[in-house]
């Protein structure tokens, strides 16, 4: 089975440093401070506040400023402000009370479904209608996916002026990367699915068994998106591809061959690698806003 490997953050010199999750809560649409006078403001910690993601981001944000020492490319110094900022935004993450986690997490999602309804003046795009049929991939695409693709058209147009040509150049590679290795689990796994489930429905008719074939008859999310590039149509695909996974899913449980437990086992598997395309796409996404505005 392919899995993702949990690379250093190639964007830790150009990115907001953890301090700088605040930034979260502004609206890229407008640049309006869209959290002035929200909790998120206040406690500005949350970027995957959910289900305990947070700490793994900061962890490996630390671990990124450490690589970056040993690698000669920040100062002492620099790393250890980096491990100071981390640190106080652990403490503050720590603080916060679940509900104030999950108003951080809600409001992110807000201002996704904002940007999806605002166009983008002067960008070339390309319709598509995104159906998703289970619940657990709609809190996904609603808080990484429009951030992702607003990241994707102004790293074409103002890449080079944030980052530089050569971070951009690393910065676009290692989202290629993990969206291409995603893309080959997804694949792999609906593959297995239907593999299994043809097997399974055949073993059942032949023993004679009642054969449930479950269908959803109301998506989770049925919309239509204005996408910026190939990499955004890309993200879409393996969300729908893998719903279509998560329907073989509902195939075998109906039908006594899984536990809901173990098809909860692999959907969270799945939320898990989404995870570290969804944080840096974002945070680049910031960070690309930050020249935006400046224009």
């Known amino acids: 089975m392919s899995t993702i490997s949990e690379e250093t953050n190639p964007e830790a010199l150009s990115q907001p440093s953890a301090t700088d999750i605040p930034v979260a809560a502004e609206n890229p649409a407008t640049g309006a401070d ?65 509900a104030e986690r999950a108003a951080i997490v809600r409001r992110r999602r807000e201002i996704g479904r904002e940007l999806m309804a605002r166009q983008l003046s002067g960008a070339a795009v390309v319709a598509a209608t995104v159906r998703l049929n289970h619940t657990r991939l709609k809190p996904l ?51 297995v699915a239907k593999d299994f489930r043809e097997k399974s429905e055949r073993k059942l008719r032949d023993q004679g068994d009642i054969v449930f074939a479950p269908t959803v008859t109301k998506p989770s999310l049925a919309i239509e998106v204005e996408a910026y590039s190939r990499f955004s149509m890309r993200l879409l695909s393996l969300l729908m591809k893998f719903d279509k996974v998560m329907d073989n899913f509902d195939f075998l449980v109906w039908n006594g061959i899984r536990d809901q437990s173990d098809v909860d086992e692999e959907s969270a598997r799945f939320l898990r690698k989404f995870h570290p395309i969804g944080v840096r796409g974002y945070m680049t996404h910031l960070r690309l806003m930050t020249t935006v505005r400046g224009r």
Not at 38 to 57: P, R
Not at 158 to 177: H, I, Y
């Open 34 to 98: 869209a959290a002035s006078d929200s909790a998120a403001n206040q406690s500005a910690t949350t970027d995957g506040a959910d289900g305990g993601e947070i700490e793994l981001e900061l962890q490996q944000m630390e671990d990124a400023a450490n690589t970056l020492q040993k690698e000669g490319m920040i100062s002492e110094s620099e790393a250890e402000e980096k491990r100071e900022q981390v640190a106080r935004t652990r403490k503050l993450f720590r603080e916060l009370s679940p």
């Open 141 to 191: 695409f609603e808080q990484w996916w429009p951030y992702l693709n607003r990241m994707s058209i102004n790293m074409q147009r103002f890449g080079r002026s944030t980052f530089g040509a050569e971070d951009q150049d690393t910065v676009t590679s290692w989202l290629e990367k993990q969206v291409a290795e995603l893309e080959a689990y997804v694949d792999e796994q609906l593959g």
